[in-house]
Each structure stands twice: as structure tokens, then as C-alpha cells.
């Protein structure tokens, strides 16, 4: 006896490949699904974190800012104080230099052969009007008050002959600036009394 297969075996292989690719495909897009999940609830959460790491970063930022806000105002109020100090140098350097330039010119003056006459002072300009017994006494005045940290620039403005008691004498004028020395110490003052 003969059996005829009636049933389409090509149709059911067929199907059958067919159900299997779909099912291949069902499970790759399944697990494609599933590592793009992953993937993205990964992101989410490190979004998530840096998120908080921000925030917190925030915070610290705020705390610091305060702790620089106070380093600025006292580095203003240093500042503001080293300014005082400098004024308050300066006005103790400026508040004798009168008196160390008098004393200056008295110490230098040769008594026994010039004679200041006049002596004005406007800022730190210096103008002395005298009598001296010659030329020559008058330059090494001039020499003598280069010397002093107290006064600088001497120059001569005016010499003349000048008659008194009989005797034939120079007048002069001379124009000085006035500094400050940097250092105003015993030694100091005592190495220029000593010229």
C-alpha cells in the first residue's frame, strides 16, 4: 500500500524557519531592549549623581565663598592699615625735617667765614642768602651742604661783591632742595655733625 503525504511539509518547514527567525528576532530585540534599559537607567542614575555632586558642590562653593568674602575684606582692611602706617612714617619722617635742616645748616656753616643772612623755606625747596670772605669759601660751602642726606641739589643763584667795612666780600644765594633721608639714625647724624 502506497501512503501519499498530503500534508504540506515545505509550507510547515517553512513557517517553522519563519517562527524561528521571528522568534530570533523577538529575542535579540528583546535583549537589545533590555541593554538599552540598562544603559539608560546606568545614565540615569550617574545622571542622577552628578546631580547630587553638583549640589553638594554648590553647598561647599557657598560655605567657601563666604570664608573668601572675609579673606577680601581683610585683605582690604590690611591694606587700608599699611596705608595708615605709611602715612603716619611719612608724617613722622616730614614732622622734624625742619629742624634737621636748620640743624644741618648750622653744624655746616663755617661761622668764621660766611654768614647766612636769610634762610626760607617753601615745600622742599631751600633758599639761603649770605656773605662769605671769597669765592672759594663759597664753593666749598656748596660742597660741604652736598654732603648732608638732608639737602640736595645746591646750586648757586647769584654771587656778587660786596663791600663792608673796607673789605671786598661775596654775597650769594643759593637754591637747595630738601630730602628725606631713608635713614635718620644716631650714626647718621653724628658722621655728618662730625664734617
Excluded at 535579540?28 to 538599552?36: D, G, W, Y
Excluded at 587700608?80 to 616730614?94: D, F, M, P
Aim: proline share 3%.
Amino acid at each position: 500500500m502506497v501512503y501519499i503525504n498530503l500534508l504540506p511539509i515545505k509550507e510547515i518547514k517553512q513557517h517553522a524557519k519563519a517562527v524561528q527567525q521571528l522568534t530570533l528576532f523577538a529575542v535579540c530585540f528583546v535583549t537589545v531592549l533590555a541593554a538599552i534599559g540598562a544603559v539608560g537607567f546606568y545614565q540615569a542614575s550617574k545622571a542622577s549623581q552628578l546631580q547630587q555632586d553638583i549640589a553638594a558642590l554648590k553647598q561647599e562653593k557657598q560655605r567657601y565663598q563666604q570664608v573668601l568674602d572675609q579673606i577680601k575684606k581683610f585683605e582690604q582692611d590690611k591694606k587700608n592699615i599699611e596705608n595708615r602706617i605709611a602715612v603716619i612714617k611719612r608724617l613722622q619722617k616730614t614732622s622734624a625735617l625742619t629742624v634737621h635742616v636748620l640743624d644741618e645748616i648750622a653744624n655746616l656753616t663755617p661761622t668764621k667765614r660766611i654768614w647766612i643772612e636769610s634762610l626760607s623755606q617753601s615745600g622742599t625747596s631751600l633758599s639761603l642768602k649770605g656773605t662769605a670772605l671769597d669765592n672759594q669759601t663759597v664753593a666749598n660751602y656748596m660742597e660741604t651742604l652736598k654732603t648732608s642726606p638732608y639737602i640736595g641739589g645746591v646750586n648757586l643763584s647769584n654771587s656778587s661783591l660786596k663791600k663792608y667795612a673796607g673789605r671786598n666780600l661775596k654775597s650769594f644765594a643759593l637754591s637747595c632742595s630738601i630730602n628725606i633721608p631713608e635713614t635718620t639714625g644716631p650714626a647718621k647724624v653724628a658722621q655728618t655733625k662730625k664734617q
